[in-house]
């Protein structure tokens, strides 16, 4: 069953904005990642956060965890048109292999 | 690089035909996934296998079954394959032991149409 939920579903932004994108989920995690997916392509990871920690960076990127909501956020900085694709949050559920994913959000960065 | 084929990017199969989605990564993963993706739904976890000939279902293991004879392959069967099959199906590995542990990663995907 789908545990994860992304807001926005969908965002257009100009380039050099910043994007948020939020994630929620319902069961304990290990970690939660976020991925990239490219129009009709596999998954690309990006970035990961572990359930001790609350932000890390990468790049352009910035991820939050706030375990206690059980929610995450990805910031991307000075956006570009190449960063136009869907993102997915997924967090591997405590104790298993599982890896539950979120809806995802298209992200469109318009030149 | 390090790499997850996945055998068929697109398939077109008629209802009822039995359906085989290879899988092959070359990164000695302990743990393979398939998942399948639908618009709104995300993705939905079918079977994973954390060794050979191991498996275990998912979230939406019924009508799919799959097969890990080599630690580097794992297969997806479709049986009878249904219209309601129609999506795209992701593979992925990952592993405990590696220096990045815990990270998917996933093989550009299968788009199945069954008619």
């Known amino acids: 069953s789908q545990q994860g939920e992304e807001d926005p579903q969908a965002l257009s932004i100009q380039e050099g904005e910043n994007a948020t994108m939020n994630c929620s989920y319902k069961?304990?995690?290990?970690?939660l990642q976020w991925y990239r997916q490219n129009s009709g392509r596999g998954l690309v990871h990006l970035i990961l956060?572990?359930?001790?920690?609350r932000e890390k960076h990468s790049g352009r990127l910035r991820v939050t965890l706030d375990t206690s909501k059980k929610s995450s956020s990805l910031l991307i900085t000075a956006s570009r048109a190449a960063d136009t694709a869907s993102y997915f949050c997924?967090?591997?559920?405590?104790?298993?292999?599982?890896?539950?994913f979120g809806t995802g959000t298209r992200l469109k960065v318009l030149a | 690089d390090v790499k997850v084929t996945q055998s068929s990017r697109y398939l077109v199969k008629r209802t009822g035909e039995k359906v085989f989605l290879e899988c092959v990564q070359d990164?000695?993963?302990?743990?393979m996934f398939w998942y399948r993706q639908d618009p709104g739904l995300g993705l939905r976890l079918i079977y994973f296998?954390?060794?050979?000939?191991?498996?275990e279902k998912g979230d939406i293991p019924e009508g799919y079954s799959v097969s890990r004879e080599k630690k580097e392959r794992f297969s997806l069967i479709l049986e009878s394959a249904s219209t309601n099959q129609t999506s795209m199906y992701l593979c992925?590995?990952?592993?405990?032991?590696?220096?990045?542990?815990?990270?998917?990663?996933f093989g550009a995907g299968s788009r199945l149409t069954v008619l």
């Open positions: 997924a967090g591997l559920t405590s104790g298993t292999y599982k890896y539950i």
């Open positions: 296998s954390y060794d050979v000939k191991m498996k």
């Open positions: 956060i572990r359930s001790n920690e």
């Open positions: 992925a590995s990952s592993s405990w032991t590696s220096g990045r542990a815990n990270v998917l990663t």
């Open positions: 069961t304990s995690i290990n970690n």
């Open positions: 990164m000695d993963h302990e743990n």
